[in-house]
């Protein structure tokens, strides 16, 4: 199959999206198909072959949902965009978060021009990965009679999990097959680690963009908390970077200033390692998230998990068996949950084996199977039906 992922978000922009596009471009090429990605993005190099990007748009910063996003200026390139349908004839379109930004509307707009004029269409796919709070749904759901134009132009959707279904629905009525994210498990699952941090210290590892609703702040008041309920010595370490990354910095209690290390952005290659490095992984989201990849890299990593109560997390973790779910706005909750867990080795061993094994199910090799059987299935609809008319 000729396959077509079109997507806003992917490297060097590090973000649940990127991750997911990434390697649902990387299996489908395992398995023999010819996969353009169309981004706004160079790519970082992370694309097997040079001419399997194409490159569109230019991303903007913007703040969305409680966090930094950047959009693709997409003004005057459907020319382009006509261009590279007439030229790729692809099998398959597959566009992601493609009623959020204005690459994946163009497309949109451009196939439902070509089916008015009754020329020949990709069968065309859509996931949508989105889940907001109060604020956004409402907004959305404002906006829905802007939204009917691109109503019937989508042969299957999408969600990665029934937050983020719930979160388009109102928009964009109809069926939703919920796929998750996936996680190469291999990646994961290595012994390498950082020699720097494996030093005797428990590690409370945190990886995420540095921004509001991933509950950084929260977390940083936790730890005199944490320092009072435990005697073992202890350090958070803070994978990520965002424009905010000198605010929390300054959070920081300066009494457990010397606890807390910034990291910064690390590279594909030793995120892993900080992951295997780490004792506990905590991610204290508050809001905004559908589904949450950190929590099954930290899964496939075999580690005992602290997550926001937040509906898409709700999703991954059931309390007290592959993680503990805690109110992410509460610092003191955060603190006696971490402390508790420091405290017991064996609570953390039995959280983390179950976290490795729930892992599996979400591994790529799982993920992109359903994807292509869904492929095929509508491509064979599609030439069923044009042999029949």
Request: charged share 25%; hydrophobic share 35%.
């Amino acid at each position: 199959m000729k396959i077509g992922i079109v997507s806003s978000y992917f490297y060097p922009w590090y973000g649940g999206i990127t991750e997911h596009v990434y390697y649902q471009y990387k299996e489908l090429k395992k398995r023999g198909h010819d996969v353009k990605l169309i981004t706004p993005f160079d790519g970082g190099n992370m694309i097997e072959q040079a001419d399997d990007l194409i490159k569109l748009g230019t991303p903007v910063p913007l703040i969305l949902n409680g966090s930094v996003v950047k959009i693709p200026l997409a003004a005057r390139k459907k020319e382009q965009i006509k261009n590279i349908l007439n030229q790729q004839n692809f099998d398959i379109l597959h566009l992601h978060q493609p009623l959020f930004c204005l690459l994946g509307l163009t497309f949109l707009t451009c196939i439902r021009k070509r089916k008015e004029l009754c020329l020949q269409c990709p069968v065309t796919f859509g996931t949508f990965h989105a889940s907001g709070g109060g604020t956004e749904r409402f907004v959305v759901k404002m906006l829905s009679p802007l939204y009917k134009r691109y109503r019937g132009l989508f042969d299957w959707r999408i969600a990665v999990s029934s937050a983020s279904r719930d979160f388009v629905k109102p928009i964009h009525p109809g069926s939703y097959e919920i796929i998750p994210n996936g996680v190469d498990v291999n990646r994961f699952d290595n012994k390498k680690k950082i020699e720097r941090y494996d030093d005797g210290v428990m590690n409370i590892l945190f990886v995420g963009r540095l921004e509001p609703r991933k509950g950084l702040t929260n977390l940083l008041k936790s730890i005199p908390f944490i320092q009072k309920q435990t005697s073992l010595p202890f350090r958070l370490l803070v994978v990520g970077n965002g424009v905010l990354t000198q605010y929390y910095k300054k959070k920081v209690p300066k009494e457990v200033y010397k606890q807390v290390d910034f990291i910064g952005e690390v590279s594909f290659e030793d995120l892993p390692k900080y992951y295997k490095t780490a004792h506990i992984f905590c991610s204290p989201a508050t809001y905004g998230e559908s589904f949450g990849i950190v929590l099954i890299e930290a899964m496939a990593s075999g580690l005992p998990i602290v997550a926001g109560n937040n509906e898409g997390y709700r999703k991954v973790i059931t309390n007290n068996k592959n993680g503990i779910l805690v109110n992410p706005q509460n610092p003191s909750e955060l603190a006696s949950t971490i402390s508790y867990l420091l405290n017991s080795e064996a609570d953390r061993k039995r959280l983390a084996k179950q976290s490795f094994i729930d892992a599996k199910k979400y591994s790529w090799e799982v993920i992109i199977q359903t994807i292509e059987q869904k492929y095929y299935e509508f491509l064979r609809y599609r030439n069923n039906y044009r042999m029949v008319i």
